[in-house]
């Protein structure tokens, strides 16, 4: 199955893809969340409007639409109307600051800028004309397009941010899918999970390792336009969500809740990004919910994962027997993994070097700023075009592999730690 989200809504129209559990008002008591259940079929036929509004305003083939809000449904289905238009989707982060939200802009030369009105101060700060709000936009003509079936080659179809603003990377539908397949494959993703959204969907664990996973398995996605601790656990408790992905943080906030252990009761599998505190690991481990550790980039999404561990009560250490709790995990399914020196040479067996990734799952390359040279010539490359290998000296991409320049251990069991 592809990325698809009409070929989901074919096989199961009335199944909820989305519970949007924002609240309807602004300044709303404290854990209230508000349940409006979107189907599959019902999102689909939203991408579908989405892209006509698009066409209308003259968005084709190869374009490139930036979306500045928060989390909302409306950000999906502009993702999935992009791909029927073989158009490129930008989510810019509203966490940006009004100085720091240019840096996407001087990288790209985006067709048309979409925003909710609450984000109308990071907006004014964009250099580019061309906006419309999300309500002008469902309030724009509709013009009929001819569907595409998203298989534009390797032309991007998500391009992504680093938490500062740049780099830029790109991510073709191949690559998004390859993305979502060894997700569901490394933890055990299924129709029947229920995952709230604890991350931005502007953010490459927030959108591809969470909510793309969900939809791509026929999932259920909670999603509030910014994560509360309190509102998140209500939802958790309300909906009977099963698998929770996050970061250290968020994840830790969750378990500081009041009653969190008897709240959380339904949750069944965590992965958290990053090392996770002993205490916090444990409240999860007396919740009865799994927990594994994952390590992935703005240039993979997820590249290393643990196992998800042991809840049996039986088990002294409730981990699992062949970890180290300095481990990050092994490679994940479709993403290899090697260790080069400071020579070039890739290392064998037990050694410490520079993390290199390849697969399906890496992204194709950085977007450069338009009208600059680098040492290796690709970049200001046009996103349209060709992908850069090297940017600003975060990494480089080049002969089917991508440099981290991040040192790892490999143990004698395969498992990696960074050092």
Not at 108 to 116: A, F, G, K, R
Request: glycine residues 8%.
């Amino acid at each position: 199955m592809t990325l698809s989200l009409a070929r989901r809504a074919e096989r199961f129209p009335d199944r909820t893809a989305i519970v949007d559990v924002s609240e309807e008002r602004l300044y709303a008591p404290a854990e209230t969340i508000h349940e409006n259940r979107v189907t599959y079929d019902e999102l689909s036929a939203m991408a579908t409007r989405t892209a006509e509004h698009l066409s209308a305003l003259g968005v084709e083939t190869g374009d490139i639409v930036c979306l500045v809000t928060r989390n909302r449904v409306a950000s999906l289905a502009l993702l999935f109307a992009c791909r029927r238009l073989e158009a490129t989707f930008f989510p810019i982060s509203h966490w940006l600051t009004p100085a720091s939200v240019e840096r996407p802009f001087d990288c790209t030369d985006p067709d048309l800028v979409v925003s909710e009105a609450a984000q109308r101060d990071l907006v004014r700060s964009i250099p580019f004309d061309r906006t419309v709000t999300l309500d002008e936009l469902a309030e724009a003509d509709r013009d009929s397009f001819e569907a595409t079936d998203g298989s534009g080659g390797e032309l991007p179809l998500l391009l992504l941010h680093g938490d500062d603003g740049r780099p830029i990377v790109g991510y073709s539908e191949r690559a998004l899918e390859w993305n979502c397949i060894s997700n569901l494959v490394t933890w055990r993703l299924s129709a029947d999970d229920v995952v709230p959204l604890v991350t931005p969907l502007s953010a490459a664990d927030g959108l591809v390792r969470a909510a793309l996973s969900t939809l791509y398995v026929g999932g259920t996605l909670l999603l509030d336009r910014a994560f509360d601790p309190g509102d998140t656990l209500v939802a958790v408790e309300s909906e009977t969500a099963t698998f929770l992905a996050g970061r250290n943080q968020s994840l830790s906030d969750l378990t500081a809740e009041s009653g969190f252990a008897d709240r959380a009761d339904s949750l069944e599998r965590v992965v958290v990004e990053g090392p996770m505190e002993d205490e916090v690991r444990e409240r999860y481990r007396e919740a009865g919910v799994s927990v594994a550790r994952a390590y992935g980039r703005l240039e993979c999404p997820t590249a290393l994962s643990q196992s998800l561990e042991s809840t049996d009560a039986s088990s002294s250490t409730a981990e699992s027997p062949t970890r180290n709790a300095t481990d990050v995990g092994r490679p994940v399914p479709d993403c290899r993994v090697r260790l080069r020196d400071a020579d070039g040479t890739v290392l064998e067996g037990e050694a410490t070097g520079r993390l290199e990734l390849s697969g399906p799952v890496v992204a194709g390359g950085y977007v450069n700023a338009a009208g600059t040279d680098d040492e290796n010539g690709d970049a200001g490359a046009d996103v349209r075009n060709e992908l850069s290998d090297d940017i600003d000296g975060r990494g480089r991409f080049g002969d089917g592999w991508f440099e981290t320049g991040e040192r790892f251990r490999r143990t004698s069991k395969d498992a990696y730690r960074p050092q």
